[in-house]
């Protein structure tokens, strides 16, 4: 699997491709980031239908107006970006980010074992869902994009249009108030059963 900055500069061949039309490499942009940029705009809009809506009009918005967008030094950050922006739009008002635990895991190897399973991670993942969730949205979103998604700060700062110095502040705060709410569960467990 190659490495991030491998994606990136396959993304950025592809995007000079795109700015001369090849509809192709557009659709190697869009099989690469749709994906990261569904779960990111479920996240933020909460509904799959709006959600797949939204990463669909930036997909359309983009490829119509390539020509006035030129040469991108981050292709990726600037489709999230463009998907945040398109998402902030449709929430108007709305200001509640519900960030939704991963899925559960495919496989188990008795009834029994799925039973057990399935009520241990739904408990975990509501456990971690009410803890996430009690952060302002600035921070879940920060978390979001950092843990979810792998981006790097610098990246989340592109992306939220902040300052880099802003999202490591709104990391640490997230971090810290987790930890406050978790108590004696250690932060790692966190980061164990959500990532």
């Not at 895991?105 to 241990?120: G, K, M, R």
Request: proline share 4%; aromatic share 12%.
């Amino acid at each position: 699997m190659p490495d991030a900055y491998e994606q990136g500069e396959d993304l950025t061949s592809s995007w000079q491709l795109v700015l001369q039309g090849d509809a192709r490499a557009y659709a190697g942009i869009h099989g690469q980031l749709h994906p990261v940029l569904y779960r990111y705009a479920l996240a933020m809009l909460g509904n799959e239908d709006v959600a797949q809506d939204a990463v669909q009009e930036v997909f359309i918005r983009i490829w119509y107006k390539k020509e006035n967008i030129g040469l991108l030094q981050n292709v990726r950050a600037f489709f999230f970006t463009a998907l945040r922006r398109q998402a902030l739009n449709q929430l108007r008002g709305l200001r509640t980010l519900q960030i939704l635990p991963p899925s559960e895991p495919d496989i188990a190897f008795s009834p029994e074992d799925i039973i057990i399973e399935q009520e241990q991670t739904t408990e975990r993942q509501s456990r971690i869902s009410q803890y996430l969730n009690q952060l302002p949205r600035r921070q879940k979103e920060v978390i979001y994009l950092r843990f979810y998604e792998e981006l790097s700060y610098t990246e989340i700062a592109e992306i939220m249009k902040v300052n880099y110095q802003s999202v490591i502040n709104l990391a640490h705060k997230a971090l810290t108030q987790l930890r406050g709410m978790m108590g004696h569960i250690p932060l790692w467990w966190l980061f164990l059963h959500l990532f």
